[in-house]
Structures are given as structure tokens and as C-alpha cells.
């Protein structure tokens, strides 16, 4: 049973920084994708970024692009998100995700994942 497991989330102030990770287990995974998604309450859920398993494809929305980092190690199956100038509107509920199908195109990029963690809180405390 694939099991994935985020940790990092807290509270922080508007102007802070945070890292999640997250990692998977439970297979053998090779040449899977790796991301976050995200969803704030009363909102839908957002696709925040994704990395493809050489780190040549990345996404990242236009929400978080400048502030936000996603990288990988393929030896420990685990993906981190390195959160810069948190932002209030950036309280949400984080989930990692794991494998599936992720493609890059000319504008943008669609994630549907194969396997989700149980999430993460990230909360603004100014």
C-alpha cells in the first residue's frame, strides 16, 4: 500500500518563510511525478506545483511563481516546497501528490495524481 506523508506546515507570519515535505513509500516508484496541490476554506482546490522525476519539467502557478520552490530527491522518494514571502492568502490546507499524470504545455500544466497525502495546515498568524 503506497503510503504518503507531508510534515512542515505551522503557523507563520505574512513575510515568513516555510518547508514542507513530503514522502512516499510502500513501492518501488520510478519516473513518477511529484507536487503539491492546495485549498483554502470555501475555496477549490488549487494546483500549486509539480516536478517531473528528472526535475527538467516544473510548474509552478501563478500565485506562488517567484516565492514558491519545489524540489526532489529520487534516492529518498521525497519532494520538498520551500515557501517564501507567505502571503495571507496563502493559509491552506497543502497536499502532497505522488505519481499519475502530469504534463507541461505551452502555457501551463495539468497534475491528476495517482496517490494523495493527508494534507498539511499552513496558516498565516499575523
Known amino acids: 500500500q503506497v503510503q504518503v506523508a507531508e510534515s512542515g506546515g505551522g503557523l507563520v507570519q505574512a513575510g515568513g518563510s516555510l518547508t514542507l515535505s513530503c514522502a512516499a513509500s510502500g513501492r518501488t516508484f520510478d519516473g513518477y511525478a511529484m507536487g503539491w496541490f492546495r485549498q483554502a476554506p470555501g475555496k477549490e482546490r488549487e494546483f500549486v506545483t509539480a516536478i517531473d522525476w528528472s526535475g527538467s519539467s516544473i510548474y509552478y502557478a501563478d500565485s506562488v511563481k517567484g516565492r514558491f520552490t519545489i524540489s526532489r530527491d529520487n534516492a529518498k522518494n521525497t519532494a520538498w516546497l520551500q515557501m517564501n514571502s507567505l502571503k495571507p492568502e496563502d493559509t491552506a490546507v497543502y497536499s502532497c501528490?505522488?505519481?499519475?499524470?502530469?504534463?507541461?504545455?505551452?502555457?501551463?500544466?495539468?497534475?491528476?495524481?495517482?496517490?494523495w497525502g493527508q494534507g498539511t495546515q499552513v496558516t498565516d498568524s499575523s
Open positions: 501528490a505522488v505519481d499519475g499524470e502530469y504534463r507541461e504545455y505551452d502555457g501551463g500544466a495539468y497534475y491528476y495524481p495517482a496517490y
